[in-house]
């Protein structure tokens, strides 16, 4: 033991290694991922959606907004590939559209609601005590509550509108990344390179900065993957309930809901925009399988 | 068994706090939320007169913590207020909606739980055959619909193009079919792949693999010892989604015009009749916390594992 070189320096180094050891784990996540075909073609699907989202005004040669009276509930054709609505709009034009509302609305309540649960998760984690007890208190209190009932009953108050969407789900949804990364922050705290941090006279500001928060990063980005297709279906779900997006903000959501009037009549308005949802979501949903599976092997198949 | 008793004890503290801060959340919706309530329940057209009044008819003129235990202890002795909208008791109108939505609630959860623990089992004892690739894929399809849009294309199905089934209302038998399948496919999803999983590991211990060594017939070792076993965590799945399947009556509701607590809510919220909205959030949060104690002191109940500890 003796010979061992105790230096500051040293020490720093070796914890550094075990620290590298440790974050490797997000390439070792991906090289898993890559073999899942699922997986794949769940990338492939939202890839697509994301193209037709930032290039919806190339992609179509109608405007969102352009109503056309004498062209109203029209079927498809070549001019209207997908028909158009009561009001004589482009109805593909409007998914396309859709694709951007959904896309963002859907990053924004993960960022929102990602924010506050990752922090708090760290805090409760970390400082562990009362802080532990009183966050995770606030939590089984929310999780008690169907959240689409909770958000929509705020959203209802604050009035519609994408940033009341955004707010009420955020303020609802945020307890399953601070449970996610409170365990997390629970193994890493009693990790070797940790206790060596702190033996090294490390503050804990600078462990929870340099060593927990770095560690903790890679099952945040998880985590946001695998939540992504829960953001996409409430927020759908709350502009047909009538609190979320309005018409005539293109939303898949209340243009499903817009066109249960004419489902006889018209049947692609409603169909196309579940059809539009479904793919999206399942595209998501094959991701946060595929990462699920890499993350943890046992419940792999086989 | 002292332990056992503790752990009971502290179960059911925990409960009560919980069961606080439902009640805390619930009143401070309408409190934290931007905005003067009162006028935004009366419309931009209201007198300040009848402002005032309002105010007062609610107690919104007091400070926030006698408002919450006047609320709170009107609550426990069964007031809820009035409702705005149709100026009747709120406790009169859940009561007169509260039995659609049990039958359809309790009538999902049956077919989630039935179908889910089925395909659960099959696709673990035929692993990695065809009907278990499809039970993986059926499950991922119907957590891709959200529960509308999966309403709503039934509801074209069969409701309107095959013309088998009422397309709304409450009609007898026949028009609870599409709500429920609606409610209970998408919820099946949720306990097929826990079910496998869990069968998986139960056929993997050792007592399975002694009973079959001890030459016990295959169907009596799977029914007596493996899925007894395996359908114990099953009691806390359902309590963990709960929320979820009342959240996804709700609705449904709303898509197949059924009268029940769902789709009074959801008029309630868009008609910001507060007092409705406060009441049924509160009654199915509680619901919720009550569901939880009960799933967890059945599991040490029954939990042979956790029996010997004690």
Same mark, same amino acid.
């Given at each position: 033991m003796e010979d061992k070189d105790l230096s500051y320096e040293n020490v720093r180094d070796e914890i550094n290694k075990l620290k590298r050891s440790k974050s490797s784990q997000l390439s070792l996540v991906w090289s898993r991922f890559k073999k899942n075909k699922l997986a794949l073609v769940g990338f492939i699907i939202v890839s697509i959606v994301v193209f037709i989202a930032i290039f919806a005004p190339v992609l179509t040669p109608y405007?969102?907004?352009?109503t056309d009276p004498f062209n109203r509930l029209k079927p498809p054709s070549w001019e209207h590939w997908v028909g158009t609505d009561a009001m004589g709009r482009d109805v593909l034009t409007r998914l396309f559209y859709g694709a951007r509302i959904a896309l963002i609305i859907g990053v924004l309540i993960i960022l929102f609601e990602g924010a506050i649960g990752i922090l708090l998760g760290i805090v409760s984690g970390f400082f562990g005590g009362f802080v532990d007890v009183i966050i995770m208190w606030v939590v089984d209190v929310l999780r008690s509550f169907p959240v689409i009932l909770l958000a929509m009953a705020i959203a209802g108050i604050m009035g519609q509108g994408i940033y009341n969407?955004? #707010?009420?789900?955020?303020l609802v949804g945020w307890?399953?990344?601070?449970?996610?990364?409170?365990s997390k922050i629970l193994t890493i705290k009693n990790s070797d390179y940790v206790e060596a941090a702190y033996s090294i006279g490390e503050s804990r500001f600078s462990v929870v900065l340099r060593y927990i928060m770095p560690?903790? #990063?890679?099952?945040?980005i998880i985590m946001i993957c695998i939540m992504m297709p829960t953001a996409l279906i409430a927020s759908a779900t709350l502009s047909f309930l009538g609190v979320g997006v309005q018409p005539p903000t293109p939303s898949w959501g209340s243009m499903i809901s817009a066109g249960r009037d004419y489902l006889i009549m018209a049947p692609w308005i409603s169909t196309s925009a579940g059809i539009f949802i479904m793919i999206t979501v399942l595209g998501f949903n094959f991701i946060g399988d595929g990462l699920r599976d890499a993350l943890d092997p046992t419940t792999k198949r086989n | 068994m002292a332990k056992k008793k503790r752990y009971f004890i502290y179960r059911i503290l925990r409960t009560i706090i919980t069961a606080?801060?439902? @009640?805390?959340? @619930?009143f401070l919706i309408l409190h934290l939320t931007p905005g003067d309530p009162v006028k935004i329940m009366l419309g931009p057209y209201a007198t300040e007169e009848n402002v005032a009044a309002l105010r007062a008819k609610y107690k919104l003129d007091q400070p926030l913590h006698i408002q919450y235990i006047s609320w709170i202890s009107n609550v426990l002795k069964g007031d809820f207020g009035t409702s705005i909208r149709y100026d009747q008791p709120v406790s009169e109108l859940i009561a007169s909606?509260?039995?659609? @939505?049990?039958v359809l609630t309790g009538s999902g959860l049956l077919i989630a739980v039935v179908f889910g623990v089925l395909l659960g089992v099959m696709a673990a004892l035929k692993r990695n055959s065809i009907l278990d690739y499809f039970s993986t894929f059926q499950a991922m399809f119907w957590i891709s619909m959200p529960a509308f849009w999966l309403g709503i294309l039934l509801l074209y199905i069969f409701?309107?193009?095959?013309?088998l089934v009422p397309i709304g209302g409450m009609l007898g038998i026949t028009s609870l079919i599409l709500p429920v399948l609606t409610l209970g496919l998408r919820q099946e999803a949720w306990f097929a792949r826990p079910m496998r999983a869990e069968m998986l590991e139960v056929l993997n211990q050792d007592y399975i693999k002694t009973a079959?060594?001890?030459?016990?017939?295959?169907g009596y070792v799977i029914w007596k010892h493996a899925l007894r076993n395996a359908l114990i965590p099953i009691i806390t799945m359902l309590a963990l989604r709960l929320p979820w399947i009342i959240g996804g009556s709700v609705v449904v509701e709303v898509v197949f015009s059924w009268g029940g607590l769902g789709s009074l809510l959801v008029n309630s919220v868009l008609a910001r009749d507060y007092p409705v909205v406060q009441s049924i959030l509160l009654l199915m949060a509680i619901l919720v916390v009550l569901a939880n104690l009960a799933a967890d002191l059945l599991y040490a109940v029954i939990d042979p594992r956790i029996r010997t500890e004690g």
């Open positions: 405007e969102p907004f352009d969407v955004v #707010i009420a789900l955020g307890t399953t990344y601070a449970r996610m990364v409170r560690n903790a #990063i890679p099952t945040a | 606080f801060g439902v @009640t805390l959340i @619930t909606r509260a039995g659609p @939505t049990l409701g309107l193009r095959l013309r079959k060594a001890k030459g016990l017939k295959y």
